[in-house]
């Protein structure tokens, strides 16, 4: 004969180790029983995420105001194509003039932060409503993760991110030529030198506090003990780690701001404060 034990007693009831599978979610009618103002989060989210690619794509089509020597903009370097003006990077190919070199560089740092965990859970979350937040019921029926494509595609990100290192290192090259001045002669130093430093320093923030960089640096190992080189750069890594949602964000504000402080000098809109 079965018995079953009252509620709250602690004993095996259906449902709970007991008989009978378990309820997937409590029966709840409401969306959410959450009274805060949870929708603010994805509503911000999709508004600075919407105006960054229209800002993005708009100056990337633009193809023109990304160089006032010595800056030039992050969108459009390494300037690979024969339509670069201004000694930059060295040009690697030389593709027609009429197409943007920002439409041939921005593949990369696009792909990087799609595929970016941490982007992939905010816009999961903001477009696609899945779930909008916490303990807050999504719209969608069924739920398949990322095991098909188009969504597999986000496996690539560890490719993105090596990828996305090399671009580090040309911004910083950039960054180092903006110490020249009009003239090529070295000792110069404008405000644009700092925003290029800037905007360099916080994409090595945001590279380095990756979760494919954690993985990269402390990963497939057994024992850190007989890798101690290993151990602190994974620590150091993880200490970033914590904060990659915060360099996502500034990072990205950064790289707009730099390539819109170009505009502003190469348009003559305004001149660059001179330091020495
Ligand atoms: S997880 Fe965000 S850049 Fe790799």
């Not at 378990?22 to 508004?47: E, Y």
């Not at 992050?74 to 000694?87: K, L, N, V």
């Not at 040309?170 to 960054?175: E, I, M, N, R």
Request: charged share 15%; glycine share 8%.
């Amino acid at each position: 004969m079965t018995t079953t034990a009252p509620r709250g007693t602690g004993a095996a009831s259906p449902g709970h180790g007991g008989e009978g599978p378990a309820p997937r979610r409590a029966a709840i009618a409401a969306r959410t029983l959450r009274t805060d103002r949870w929708w603010l989060q994805p509503l911000l989210t999709v508004l600075a995420l919407v105006a960054f690619v229209g800002y993005s794509t708009f100056r990337a089509f633009q193809n023109a105001y990304y160089f006032s020597e010595p800056y030039i903009s992050p969108f459009y370097s390494p300037c690979i194509t024969t339509g670069c003006e201004g000694e930059t990077f060295p040009e690697l190919f030389t593709g027609p003039a009429w197409i943007s070199p920002a439409i041939y560089i921005l593949v990369v740092p696009l792909g990087f932060r799609l595929t970016c965990y941490y982007y992939r859970k905010a816009y999961y979350r903001s477009f696609w409503l899945s779930p909008p937040a916490c303990a807050v019921a999504e719209p969608h029926r069924r739920y398949t993760g990322e095991t098909r494509l188009p969504l597999l595609g986000q496996n690539l990100h560890r490719y993105f991110f090596y990828l996305g290192l090399l671009f580090n290192v040309v911004l910083t090259y950039d960054a180092v030529l903006a110490f020249r001045d009009e003239t090529g002669a070295w000792g110069h130093m404008g405000l644009g030198t700092l925003v290029l430093l800037a905007n360099a320093a916080l994409l090595w923030l945001y590279s380095l506090s990756c979760h494919s960089c954690r993985h990269a640096v402390g990963g497939r190992i057994n024992s850190f003990s007989r890798h101690p080189l290993r151990y602190r750069a994974w620590t150091l890594v993880s200490r970033l780690n914590a904060r990659h949602m915060q360099y996502a964000w500034i990072s990205l504000f950064g790289v707009a701001f730099a390539d819109f402080y170009v505009f502003l000098l190469a348009t003559g809109t305004i001149s660059d404060p001179r330091f020495f």
